[in-house]
Antibody, heavy 118, light 107 residues
Framework: EVRLVQSGAEVKKPGNSLKISCQIS????????IGWVRQVPGKGLEWMGI????????RYGRSFQGQVTIAADKSINTIYLQWNTLRASDTAVYYC???????????WGQGTLVTVSP | SHELTQPPSVSVSPGQTARITCSGD??????TFWYLQKSGQAPVLVIS???KRPSGIPERFSGSSSGTMATLTVTGAQVDDEGDYYC??????????FGGGTKLTVL
């Protein structure tokens, strides 16, 4: 069974850094693209980017290039989403999302709520 | 640019047919996928590869694609089908994009 288990909710202040995680089990981690989807409260889904853990090849959505970093640690089957400087506008639920054969999303994590507030 | 456009809302009575459209210039060359998100939950794939139903998805869900438009059809919509529907596609670099979402109301 494929499982994507995300780290817990975070409350941060503007200017803080943050790294959230998603631990994967149930399939060959290194050989499947996996990434992140953002959902601002009350808004739609936004594709942020994906990484291929086997060689760390990474693709970012246009709105997220340079704003976040997606990384993978093959030794513990985990991917990360990292911010160096959080803004209030980063407040959202972030879903870990595995890509399928056609780069559609075929498995989702449970979501991590990130709240950025003074 | 790679954008997908959906109507913000669709409303039908129970038992009627709901149709949700998704338009985009890339759709003639790319596959379309449809997701249903119910309140507070992660999305669920209801249509794959333009018109395939994943295991466990009821037969009343179907999909089609022609030219720059893809359509999700719910034949005999039920109250349990309410939620936000998103179309999804990718570009040639495997970067994904979601449509803006359509809120389906069945009442």
């Amino acid at each position: 069974e494929v499982r994507l288990v995300q780290s817990g909710a975070e409350v941060k202040k503007p200017g803080n850094s943050l790294k959230i995680s998603c631990q994967i089990s149930g399939y060959n981690f290194a050989n499947n693209w996996i990434g992140w989807v953002r959902q601002v409260p009350g808004k739609g889904l936004e594709w942020m980017g994906i990484i291929y853990p086997g060689d760390s090849d990474t693709r970012y959505g246009r709105s997220f290039q340079g704003q976040v970093t997606i990384a993978a640690d093959k030794s513990i089957n985990t991917i990360y989403l990292q911010w160096n400087t959080l803004r209030a506008s980063d407040t959202a639920v972030y879903y870990c999302a595995r890509s399928g054969r056609y780069f559609e999303i075929d498995h989702w994590g449970q979501g991590t709520l990130v709240t950025v507030s003074p | 640019s790679h954008e997908l456009t959906q109507p913000p809302s669709v409303s039908v009575s129970p038992g009627q047919t709901a149709r949700i459209t998704c338009s985009g210039d890339v759709l003639p060359k790319r596959l379309t996928f449809w997701y249903l998100q119910k309140s507070g939950q992660a999305p669920v794939l209801v249509i794959s590869e333009d018109n395939k139903r994943p295991s466990g998805i009821p037969e009343r869900f179907s999909g089609s694609s022609s030219g720059t438009m893809a359509t999700l059809t719910v034949t005999g919509a039920q109250v349990d089908d309410e939620g936000d529907y998103y179309c999804f596609s990718t570009d040639s670099s495997h970067k994904g994009v979601f449509g803006g979402g359509t809120k389906l109301t069945v009442l």
